[in-house]
Nanobody, 122 residues
Framework: VQLQAFGGGLVQAGDSLRLSCVAS????????MGWFRQAPGKQREFVAA????????YYADSVKGRLTISRDNAKNTVYLQMDSLKSEDTAVYYC????????????????WGQGTQVTVSS
């Protein structure tokens, strides 16, 4: 499966953004999906994950209540709605797919998008 993420940008603290990740080349509903991020000088970290049918959703503690993951299998798309953005949310955001149960470990995901930059100014 090929993944393409977009929707990043430069915003101010407190603003919102919605990231999208479009999949192609395989049956999207076969995959659990995750969002990860990597800030400058830091390791890539887990943000959120969603099971194939959205029956299971999990968030990193740092984003709970502000970021919302969702998916539309008819559109082969997973979303990350980002509200009340903070400067510490500044990072490159990656979507990833896993042809098994979702996890929080980036090492478990087989397919990755190219990343989209989110910059939050304070």
């Amino acid at each position: 499966v090929q993944l393409q993420a977009f929707g990043g940008g430069l915003v101010q603290a407190g603003d919102s953004l919605r990231l999208s990740c479009v999949a192609s080349g395989s049956i999207f509903s076969n995959y659990a999906m995750g969002w990860f991020r990597q800030a400058p000088g830091k390791q890539r970290e887990f943000v959120a994950a969603i099971s194939w049918n959205a029956g299971m959703i999990y968030y990193a503690d740092s984003v709970k209540g502000r970021l919302t993951i969702s998916r539309d299998n008819a559109k082969n798309t997973v979303y990350l709605q980002m509200d009340s953005l903070k400067s510490e949310d500044t990072a490159v955001y990656y979507c990833a797919a896993r042809n098994r149960y979702w996890t929080t470990s980036d090492a478990d995901y087989e397919y990755w998008g190219q990343g989209t930059q989110v910059t939050v100014s304070s």
